[in-house]
DNA sequence: GTGAAAGCGCTAACAT
DNA sequence: ATGTTAGCGCTTTCAC
């Protein structure tokens, strides 16, 4: 803040009758300095209450000391895991954490790359709707690190859905759906792709039909419109792209009378709150969000730290698994 | 980053033929500067796609352009509308948005306001776990602003429980309930001291005995000690700190098989996501956390933008109101 | 081991 | 209206 005046390195040295590039040295590099003009300095900086300022260090040295993650939609709770993660793991580091919305857009994820660029070490981009050709390019200038999105050579942390969505189609298959439809999210979600391509093979490898209808909003509100396909379609299994859609089916079939698992299985992703207290209570796939996220600052601080001769830049993969609750049954 | 070596305003400054504190104006005080040189400086730097360097900006202006949102838990639903709500109207107004958990720990929460505090410009504190005077005593030093939690002088945003803490009492007594039973959170929240002030008061006006069990930790978890001592005290009406605690004294009651609202009413706060999937969906008193958050904000900015002559600082009190749901019925 | 001096990129007097 | 100059607080050569 603008308060009074604060306490800077030119005080201590004074004070300390030594010069301010000791100071420097004294706090940063301790072994530079002898142990008798070190301790002083630090006892002296200790009783001034100094503070280095942390943006004239960046100004300086560049490290900023700071990393940003950016996600599509803080509305989401899908997010918050990989949000606590991530904020968790950069605290731990004494990293400052910023935090920005890209409500969903491509533009404006590109824009506070570049607006922030210059206050940050680097980016998580948490299921970044950025094309991958654009992500590739703005990695070569920025440090990215993604999380639920794969764009080979860059590094990231997955929640592999490939698990769970088998998972899903054995468990189906088990209970005797012979066909199943997929309600879709974003057309730019790596995530959404990935979930139905999965699903489709697992599908066809246990003779099932699959089919995708959507792309419908991954909300709540979403799910009625979604519900509505999905009856007409004459699905007896359906599979959300989330927990928040699956969740406004759900309630959707509640209030057309029709039920489940009776005559229709729901099935979600995320296994976010929520998905236990709904009735019936969604069988979904959860996977390790908040330690994507963790695992995505630590590659990014790991490849800032690193010298030119880079090993390739780490893919972390998570395993997701199928939590069944109520909301599957036999088929109809 | 550390790019090959970004445009400064000395590049723009030899490009376009005149000094780099013309550029500086042109670009910052448009009117202080011929239209014509104007113009043509910001063509070059458009040219050269300049992008100002903001920490270089702060260091010299002092002007961060940055805030920071304090938040007890971010793993806590009820923080995510405010967090929404502050992030908007931070992103609105072009200030970047830092967001650090003080993990429930008020040493840790001062601890954060001095790392960040040259950092940013300012600092809204949710639920802040200061005391009063440190926390006086931090605003005189640094620009606060508070949200759900008052301190007279500073400004703050709050949700008033009182209004929905008496609409609570209305409903019950309305029902015929002649006592309740509060479920206290953490020590340190003003606003379950707060919670707790209006119910006990509106109880009394209504001729009801009011009576308060815990503290118990807010979160799902902590909901099966507070429902089995709620039912030792033979309550029939149960009103719980926050929504989290209500579920998970739902939860408890449901598996000790106690009808909801057959033999105890339950009511919450906060009307988190969840509140409705529930079963029985909870009763909460819902207040506009994303507007709190957003006016904190607000009134950061505008304190931050005035002269000296400052008026009071204000507190802006938002009304909440009871949502009723069917965790609530008849008193057996 | 320590000091002097330059400069990161920018803004804000002060001159002209 | 524009240029010159002096820093903001720090780190980092480069001398000594």
């Known amino acids: 803040m603008n308060s009074p005046r604060r306490t800077t390195i ?6 300390a009758g030594v010069a301010a590039s000791t100071v420097s040295r004294a706090l940063n590099n301790p072994r530079r300095v002898n142990p008798v003009t070190r301790d002083h300095v630090v006892a ?23 990393i940003a993650m950016l996600v599509p939609d803080i509305t989401n709770p899908h997010f918050f895991g990989t949000i606590r993660g ?20 491509a533009d404006n994820e590109r824009n506070q790359i570049e607006r ?18 654009t992500t590739r390019e703005l990695a070569r200038e920025y440090n990215l690190a993604l999380v639920n999105r794969q764009v080979e050579g860059l590094p990231g942390a997955v929640v592999d859905n490939g698990s769970g969505s088998r998972q899903i189609i054995e ?3 088990s209970l005797g759906h012979r066909s199943v ?44 419109a979604a519900a509505d396909a999905a009856l007409a379609a004459e699905a007896t299994a359906l599979v959300a792209h989330n927990d928040l859609l699956a969740i406004g089916v759900l309630r959707r079939l509640t209030e057309r009378g029709i039920p ?22 969604l069988t979904t796939v959860a996977g390790p969000q908040e330690e994507a996220g963790r695992a995505a600052v630590e590659l990014l601080i790991r490849k800032g730290s690193l010298s030119r001769s880079q090993p390739a830049p780490q893919q972390v993969v998570l395993p997701s698994h199928l939590v069944i609750r109520d909301s599957t049954g036999p088929a109809a």
């Not at 490898?205 to 009625?224: E, I, N, Q, S, W």
């Open 86 to 105: 991530a904020e968790k793991r950069a605290s731990e580091a004494g990293l400052t954490f910023i935090l920005a919305n890209t409500e969903e857009s």
């Open 260 to 281: 489940v698992p009776g005559r229709v299985s729901v099935v979600g992703y995320d296994d976010i709150f929520g998905a236990d207290l709904c009735v019936p209570a």
């Open 181 to 224: 439809v997929y309600l879709s999210g974003p057309h730019r979600s790596w995530t959404a792709s990935q979930r139905w391509r999965a699903l489709r093979a697992a599908a066809e490898r246990h003779g099932m039909t699959a089919r995708r209808l959507g792309p419908f909003p991954p909300k709540v509100d979403g799910g009625g």
């Open 44 to 66: 002296v900086a200790e009783r001034l209450g100094y503070r280095p300022d942390p943006l004239a260090t960046a100004l300086q040295s560049g490290h900023k000391a700071t």
């Open 10 to 15: 030119y005080d201590v040295a004074r004070e």
């Open 171 to 173: 468990h189906l298959a």
């Open 116 to 133: 922030l660029s210059r206050s940050v070490d680097g980016f998580v981009l948490a299921a970044s709707r950025l094309r991958e050709d």
